[in-house]
């Protein structure tokens, strides 16, 4: 045996990594400096150094990591992976001390003997293996090890929440029969909480002195607390929003999720040591990284469920206020008003839910955005698809008319009887913008820059919102007129005392003057039943009648218009109409009746062979009826000419009295009286119901043909403007048209509105269009 | 103007004799009688002040010339009448009107009755200039330009002979 | 068959038989009130002069308040007379 042979064998025996293993020999340092200076002799010192770090390598390479990754070959259940990753951690970390012995005869190697490059090693023997040790560990990351980290995670923080839990609860536990623990899942009497969370502990400690707690658990902790918050918030505050959550949120935060981190990385104490600045910072950085969030998560499971809350609204109070608070501290303002949107339009805006209830939710969203946000910016950008659905129903004003004046679902009423005017809000908002200029906020920057002249102010009430609806309290009132009318006229299923109320309320609201015609409309129909029962008592009329007529006398110039529809009645009932005239003249002293026949009520008896039929219809089908008693067969051409209706609406008329299985069109408009034989086969039970359908027919002009005179009236009004100051752009005549409508009746259009019926008119060559202005042809 | 008060005007707070004023401003829009128009530019910044547009007619002394009258309405509108003078760089040569504008006219004073309007003024001043024979100031505008209060309701006039 | 009319309930609007539409005072409907009111008919009535003239009682009421020295139809200038009928 050579002396190198024996030196080499001397030197394995100190560094038995040289023979790749790590198996220690107990060595005394004065061996281990025997050794050192024989290889200094030999001026192999570097080389041995050198080769010390490569074998590392090596049987890190084809040992301890194989070793370790191959306890993750397996795909273990939760329980086993528990075991699986902490003798793993065990195995590595036995591995891991044992490396530290030789580093440490290393470095005592390197101090020795001085290595020459001893300037250029700047890391420590253990920072070199710290290194080579975590690169080769990470190099061969076994594909399932984020899933076995993560059971072990799951498992240790199970019992650490549940171990909170019956801390608190103690109360409730005696009651609870439980089988099995709820923090290991074995039977009670065979808990291995305790010995579980021993383990954990030692796994973390070890994971900790081999710094590989960070690299290998971080992520999946992370993950893991993530999934855990978003659990805990969705178990405790689904669905509860009358209570506020964010303290004991935030209280779970710090205590169990904060606390449990804190062992992990504490090696196994709850208590951080003063000195201990690194831990606290981890620490920290955790607390305030999962408190955002907390924050986010809880401020989301708020905002997808912000349509119930607004439907509970004001119980749902707290969780608005909750997420307030939420908002505060994350900007979550794009989601909220999408997500918003999009709820209000799944739940609220299809065919399938009626007007009143979209009007509920209107009225609830407008209770509960406002909360959230007092701005009203929220609101506006929120509910604008609401009010523009609501435009498009046609039952929507009669909604409003009905929830603003019965007890309902809508609370308007109730906000009716607060009865604050609009002019008294403009004013108090003003007055108030002044004097609290110092709270005073801007404008959230997703606010509308557009200044909005004219229309309601985002801070106005309840029943403002709704009747901008309508654009203006002018258009609103004035649907309201519609709305009336035909329920005087048409419906006759009015209360006077009730509808009397309704619009001193609404005067109240918005003005006496936007109500006046309404005003008179009522007095109207008081005033009618006191001349009726004058004439009635009229003995010069009441002699000579032939039927019973009442009537209802108005006021033209304040009803909205009449629609046109044409009706001449036989000659021996006009003669009855004539004598009622003739006793209002002498009543009423140079007053006169004009008839407006196609509106009303005429209830007939009808004697057919055996039976007799009493009906309710209007005073058109009356009319049909009444030829028919004259003669059998009518061409429709002769009927219409006797009536003075046009064909195509007559026949439409007559079709009503086919279904009641008394006219048939014999020939093509030749109608025949059906024979009585023929007439008692009909089922006459269907006919009071056709009847009310038919009597739903409206007594005034539609609103469109309404609208179509008013624009006419403005055309004449744009004519004259234009042969006076020869040609105007359209903002000009849009602004001196508003100017004549601020005077007149309150009839409002947009520039837009305007410009459709320009382009019409320049469509049918009554006026040019040029170079941005308009002029008349010559 | 505030949004209060463009409320208000809206409502049935406008006066009687605002509502009669728009009556007649949307008559004389709508149907504007012969070589008169109403500035509307005027009217739509008061209208208790309005800026009328008269044509000398056709085959008379001032046909071709262009003058311009000022009406002025107090709240007694139309019970009382109202001011109406012309103004502008061409005030007509007429016998019956003075060079500072000022009307010889008597309905615009005595014989002022609330059935007239601002339309039958102006057709009566337009007549007024139509029937004159020879352009010639009143004889004793030099006087009466020096004299007069600047409201001509407030002068007590001796009325001209009609038929000149 | 026979058709018995049971009873007619009918619609109607009143109207002053005057031979004017609107009152030459204040350029309203004779249907519509004057200024000063609120309800028509009853409450805003039409009176007749002997010269046949008509106009809203309140218009030429406050026109003849206005005129201390002479009592004048404003349409026809005829000295003002109420027609009693």
Known sequence: ?778 | MSLVSKMESKSSATSPSERRLHKELLALIKEPPPGVKVDVDSVGKNLQEWKINIDGVEGTLYEGEHFQLLFKFNNKYPFDSPEVTFIGSNIPVHPHVYSNGHICLSILTDDWSPALSVQSVCLSISSMLSSCREKKRPPDNTLYVKTCNKNPKKTKWWYHDDTV | MKVKIKSWMGVATWRWIANDENCGICRMSFENCCPECSLPGDDCPLVWGACSHCFHMHCIVKWLNSQPNSQQCPMCRQNWKFNIQ
């Open chain 1, 1 to 778: 045996m050579t002396d190198i042979d024996a030196v080499w064998e001397r030197t394995c025996k100190v560094f038995p990594i040289l023979k790749k293993t790590l198996s220690e020999t107990s060595v005394g340092n004065e061996d281990i400096e025997h050794v050192i200076r024989e290889l200094s002799a030999l001026g192999l010192c570097e080389s041995v150094y050198e080769s010390a770090f490569i074998e590392f390598d090596f049987i890190l390479r084809q040992q301890i990591v194989p070793r370790f990754w191959k306890h993750f070959e397996s795909v273990p259940d939760p329980d086993t992976g528990f075991y699986n990753f902490q003798l793993a951690v065990h195995e590595l970390y036995s591995d891991f001390s044992r490396a530290q012995e030789v580093l440490r005869r290393l470095t005592l190697f390197r101090q020795v003997c001085r290595l020459k490059n001893q300037e250029k090693v700047a890391k420590s023997e253990e920072a070199t293996f710290d290194e080579l040790f975590r690169s080769v560990l990470l190099s061969q990351l076994a594909a399932n090890f984020n899933d076995i980290v993560y059971a072990f995670y799951k498992v240790s923080f199970r019992i650490f929440a549940n171990s909170y839990d019956n801390n608190d609860q103690d109360e409730f536990a005696e009651d609870m029969i439980e089988l099995n623990c709820n923090g290991c899942g074995k039977e009670t009497e065979r808990c291995r909480c305790q010995e579980l969370v021993c383990a954990f502990n030692t796994t973390n400690k070890h994971l900790y002195k081999m710094h590989l707690l960070d690299k290998l658990a971080g992520y999946t902790l992370t993950n893991l607390i993530q999934e855990r918050i978003t659990a805990h918030v969705e178990e405790t505050c689904k669905g509860v929003f009358d209570a506020s959550h964010i303290k004991n949120l935030q209280k779970w935060l710090d205590t169990i999720v904060i606390n449990w981190l804190t062992r992990i990385f504490n090696r196994g104490s709850s208590k951080i040591s003063e000195g201990d600045g690194y831990t606290h910072n981890v620490i920290e950085n955790f607390r305030i990284k999962l408190s955002y969030f907390l924050y986010e998560t809880y401020a989301k499971l708020i905002i997808d469920q912000f349509f119930n809350i607004i439907i509970d609204f004001p119980d749902s109070q707290l969780a608005i206020d909750d997420l307030k608070v939420c908002l505060e501290k994350i900007d979550l303002r794009k989601h909220l008003i999408k997500t918003l949107k999009q709820s209000l339009e799944a739940r609220l805006l299809h065919p399938g839910v009626n007007t009143m209830d979209i009007l509920t939710g209107y009225v609830a969203a407008i209770k509960a955005i406002r909360h959230l946000d007092p701005s009203g910016v929220l609101l506006e950008t929120t509910t604008e698809p609401i009010k523009e659905y609501l435009r498009k129903r046609s039952d929507t004003v009669r909604c409003v008319i009905t929830g603003l004046t019965e007890e309902g679902p809508t609370d308007l009423a109730e906000e009716l009887a607060k009865s604050e005017t609009l002019k008294e809000n403009v004013d108090v908002k003003g007055k108030d913008e002044m004097l609290n200029w110092e709270v005073w906020n801007p404008d959230p920057i997703d606010a509308s820059p557009v200044p909005r002249p004219k229309r309601t102010s985002r801070s106005a009430d309840i029943i403002s919102m709704v009747v901008d609806i309508y654009g203006s309290k002018e258009l609103f009132v004035n649907e309201y007129r519609n709305l009336l009318a035909d329920r005087l006229l048409v419906q006759l299923d009015f209360n006077p005392e009730k509808e009397i109320r309704n619009l001193e309320l609404l005067k109240l609201r918005f003005g006496d003057s936007l109500l006046h015609s309404c005003e008179v409309m009522l007095k109207d129909i008081s005033d009618s039943k006191r001349i009726n029962s004058h004439i009635q008592s009229d003995l010069n009329y009441s002699n000579g009648k032939a039927f019973p007529i009442s009537s209802l006398i108005l006021s033209s110039q304040f009803w909205p218009a009449f629609n046109k529809e044409t009706l001449e009645l036989p000659d021996e009932i006009q003669d009855e109409f004539k004598k009622y005239t003739t006793s209002y003249e002498a009543y009423k002293g140079n007053r006169t009746l004009v008839w407006r026949p196609v509106t009303g009520r005429v209830v007939l008896e009808i004697e057919l062979a055996g039976r007799t039929l009493e009906m309710t219809v209007n005073p058109t089908q009356a009319a049909i009826i009444h030829y028919f008693q004259e003669r059998n067969e009518w061409a429709l051409e002769e009927l219409s000419g006797l009536l003075k209706i046009p064909p195509s609406i007559l026949r439409k008329r007559i079709s009503f009295w086919q279904t009641q299985g008394l006219i048939k069109e014999r020939d093509t408009d030749i109608y025949t009286l059906i024979d009585e034989m023929e007439q008692s086969q009909v089922d006459p039970s269907q006919s009071q119901e056709i009847c009310e359908e038919d009597e739903s027919e409206s007594a005034m002009a539609s609103a469109s043909d309404q609208r179509e005179e008013e624009l006419q009236v403005f055309w004449s009004y744009i004519v004259g403007m234009l042969t006076n100051l020869d040609s105007m752009p359209i903002e000009r005549i849009h602004q001196m048209l508003k100017m004549f409508a601020s005077h007149g009746s309150g009839v409002e259009f947009t520039q837009e509105e305007l410009k459709n019926f320009l382009q019409r008119k320049v469509r049918e060559y009554k006026l040019i269009y040029n170079g941005g202005v308009y002029h008349l042809p010559k």
